[in-house]
């Protein structure tokens, strides 16, 4: 069936710089998609998502892009943090209920 | 605490016994979701109740897999007979349905280990 995926499966990143994960799903019909970060050992914890009817949402630190034209899904991390070191995974809907995950991006902060 | 919470945390069996385990959403959620995620992998979708109605169950979930949620708060999910291929951690998810939205949140997982 279809799914979503990462481009990267691991982003080493610099303390205090921007990150950058990237998402492409192949299924037309998604309308809903989120971001989880999951630390080790703990279940996946909600970021921030944004449904098809937009283009840009913005939270605290955390920036989604959406670009249907190309299927493809961006979290962008201002002013990297040792705390933000995590499995970070893109997930979409098209049915209002079943989340398909992709395989997540390992995103080491360097001190 | 007001947020997903799972029992148990880890759960350690040896093949071919009984397993179950208990999830608890968000007070007020009427969305309850189960997840299977091995390592390495994103979760998956198994099965999620609306209240207390199972609505949709995946073709992950074998005829020994069971999910009930029988007064529409906690949900419990029980795999019999177990194989080594059941160990995974397993996810438990609320949402509150609204016509803003169906954020899923998550719990801190049970982590089996099929001996």
Known sequence: ?111 | DTGVSQDPRHKITKRGQNVTFRCDPISEHNRLYWYRQTLGQGPEFLTYFQNEAQLEKSRLLSDRFSAERPKGSFSTLEIQRTEQGDSAMYLCASSLVSAGGDTQYFGPGTRLTVL
């Not at chain 1, 998402?23 to 630390?39: L, P, T």
């Not at chain 1, 605290?60 to 034209?69: I, S």
Request: net charge neutral; aromatic share 10%; with cysteine.
């Open chain 1, 1 to 111: 069936g279809e799914s979503v995926g990462l481009h990267l499966p691991t982003l080493s990143v610099q303390e205090g710089d921007n990150s950058i994960i990237n998402c492409a799903y192949s299924n037309s019909a998604s309308d809903y998609f989120i971001w989880y970060k999951q630390e080790s050992g703990k279940g996946p914890q909600f970021i921030i998502d944004i449904r098809s009817n937009m283009d840009k949402r913005q939270g605290q630190r955390v920036t989604v892009l959406l670009n249907k034209t190309v299927k493809h899904l961006s979290l962008q991390i201002a002013a990297t943090q040792p705390g933000d070191s995590a499995v970070y995974f893109c997930a979409e809907s098209s049915n209002d209920y079943k989340l398909s995950f992709g395989a997540g991006t390992t995103v080491t902060v360097r001190a």
